[in-house]
């Protein structure tokens, strides 16, 4: 099963880009990389996810090196409202499952003015 | 669309007894899944359900039991509770598998404590 590695906690000033790294060394080819958040033990939020290309939405930026082994989340204006956990994750299969997926302790981001 | 809704948002029971953790989706998702958040950890999925009729278990089920008999609502009981089941249970939903990249979707949580 692929699994994630990402740095406990990290810090950004307010207005700053702020870059989540995320370690997927044993990843397959066909398994996406997820990101998530989660601000004050709310549920998860949804921010983006990728297979090999750089995605982009409206909440961030997610880059994927060409060897598909790290990532990184970049949330370009970083606000103190971006504090929260960030969860990297790759989807895994499980028995069969389409659904399972594997929620690490994730990146906790600080966020100071 | 009001997504993904948990009911109750808080719970206290005695040990032994039973309880209905409802969840409901109004974004006809044919995926569903229940997790559990225990403090300072990850999520860990405990069941999920394909479609309506269709369940299977995750990585943490004993304990609990679901069922799927609308696409619209996969509710979590827990028939014997015990203090090791004292968590936060969040309840998600899906398009398609996650497998497809389709996101999870999930609801604001439900707090369980069992005494």
């Known amino acids: 099963d692929a699994k994630t590695t990402q740095p406990p906690s990290m810090d950004c000033a307010e207005g700053r880009a702020a870059n989540l790294p995320c370690n997927h060394s044993?990843?397959?080819?066909?398994?996406?990389v997820y990101w998530y958040r989660q601000i004050h033990s709310q549920g998860p939020q949804y921010i983006i996810h990728?297979?090999?290309n750089n995605e982009t939405n409206e909440m961030a930026s997610l880059i994927i090196t060409e060897d598909r082994k790290s990532s990184t989340l970049i949330l370009p204006h970083a606000t103190l409202r971006d504090t929260a956990v960030y969860y990297c994750?790759?989807?895994?299969?499980?028995?069969?499952?389409?659904?399972?997926?594997?929620f690490g302790k994730g990146t906790k981001l600080s966020v100071k003015p | 669309n009001a997504g993904v809704t948990q009911t109750p948002k808080f719970r206290i029971l005695k040990i032994g007894q039973s309880m209905t953790l409802q969840c409901t989706q109004d974004?006809?998702?044919?995926?569903m899944y229940w997790y559990r958040q225990d403090p300072g950890m990850g999520l860990k999925l405990i069941y999920y359900?394909?479609?309506?009729?269709?369940?299977d278990k995750g990585e943490v089920p004993n304990g609990y039991n679901v069922s799927r008999s609308t696409t619209e609502d996969f509710p979590l009981r827990l028939e014997l509770a015990a203090p090791s089941q004292t968590s936060v249970y969040f309840c998600?939903?899906?398009?398609?598998?996650?497998?497809?990249?389709?996101?999870?979707?999930f609801g604001n949580g439900t707090r369980l404590t069992v005494t």
């Open positions: 998600a939903s899906s398009l398609t598998g996650t497998g497809g990249g389709s996101p999870l979707h």
């Open positions: 044993t990843i397959s080819g066909n398994e996406y």
């Open positions: 990728g297979l090999k």
């Open positions: 994750i790759v989807r895994v299969v499980v028995r069969g499952s389409q659904g399972n997926l594997i």
């Open positions: 974004m006809n998702h044919n995926y």
């Open positions: 359900s394909v479609g309506a009729g269709i369940t």
